[in-house]
């Protein structure tokens, strides 16, 4: 469907996604086929996207990422359609650092 796409003139239009949501390292979680790493160089503050999809592991855990690590981006369609969105931001949340943001 290109999510990503379709989405990232809109973001670019909104300051909060250069400023604020979009710095750091990141990872895009069903990022896959359309990542949101082919549009770093658009968000200044981005230092890397990493894209994780089926390959990787499940997305609701995010095993291997260790937690409270600096994750400024966590951007993931599969929460969009997710049957256990509280569980999902759990874990986006144990990953992120105080600082970072989810989106």
Same mark, same amino acid.
């Given at each position: 469907?290109?999510? /990503?796409?379709?989405? =990232?003139?809109?973001?670019?239009?909104? $300051?909060?996604? %250069?400023?604020?949501? &979009?710095?750091?390292?990141? =990872? +895009? @979680? !069903?990022?896959? $086929?359309? $990542?949101?790493? *082919?549009?770093?160089?658009? &968000?200044? *503050?981005?230092? !890397?996207?990493? @894209?994780?999809? %089926?390959? +990787? !592991?499940?997305?609701?855990?995010?095993? !291997?990422?260790?937690?409270? @690590?600096?994750?400024? /981006?966590?951007?993931? @369609?599969?929460?969009? %359609?997710?049957?256990?969105?509280?569980?999902? /931001?759990?874990?986006?949340?144990? /990953?992120?650092? $105080?600082?970072?943001?989810?989106?």
């Amino acid at each position: 469907m290109k999510e /990503c796409s379709k989405s =990232i003139m809109r973001r670019l239009a909104e $300051p909060n996604f %250069i400023n604020r949501y &979009f710095r750091g390292e990141g =990872i +895009d @979680i !069903g990022g896959a $086929p359309d $990542p949101l790493a *082919l549009y770093v160089e658009l &968000f200044p *503050l981005m230092r !890397g996207v990493r @894209i994780w999809d %089926i390959k +990787d !592991g499940d997305g609701q855990t995010l095993a !291997g990422v260790p937690d409270g @690590i600096s994750i400024s /981006c966590i951007q993931a @369609i599969a929460w969009n %359609i997710s049957t256990t969105p509280r569980k999902d /931001c759990a874990t986006g949340f144990a /990953c992120s650092s $105080p600082a970072d943001t989810l989106s």
